[in-house]
């Protein structure tokens, strides 16, 4: 069994700072790529930034610059640093990773609960 928990979700001032974290436990065999999503009702879920194996990273145009993706193997963790938050950011975020668990040969796609965060003018 696989389990995702995401943390640091909640409300902040436009311009404001937050770092989003996402823990992964269970039995896992080895972590791809992880990502971060988010998705505002009604729409549908929105690539935010990915990080591969190797460190390499992505990000959506909206986010460039202002979002930073980064992980720790060791703790089977990544994380998003949020900066220079904006009102248009208010949604929630879901983690999203790529791994194998143990004595499994296939790749499977888990996704965490999601956390709210909040950005007011």
């Known amino acids: 069994q696989v389990q995702l928990v995401e943390s640091g979700g909640g409300l902040v001032q436009a311009g404001g700072s937050l770092k989003l974290s996402c823990v992964t436990s269970?039995?896992?065999?080895?972590?791809?790529?992880m990502a971060w999503y988010r998705q505002v009702p009604g729409t549908q879920r929105e690539l935010v930034a990915t990080?591969?194996?190797?460190?390499?990273?992505t990000y959506a145009d909206s986010v460039k610059g202002r979002f930073t993706i980064s992980r720790d193997n060791a703790k089977n963790t990544v994380y998003l640093q949020m900066n220079n938050l904006k009102p248009e950011d208010t949604t929630v975020y879901f983690c999203?990773?790529?791994?194998?668990?143990?004595?499994?040969?296939?790749?499977?796609?888990?996704w965490g609960q999601g956390t709210q965060v909040t950005v007011t003018s």
């Open positions: 999203n990773l790529r791994l194998r668990t143990r004595g499994s040969f296939t790749w499977s796609y888990y």
């Open positions: 990080i591969s194996s190797g460190g390499y990273t």
């Open positions: 269970g039995s896992i065999s080895s972590i791809d790529s």
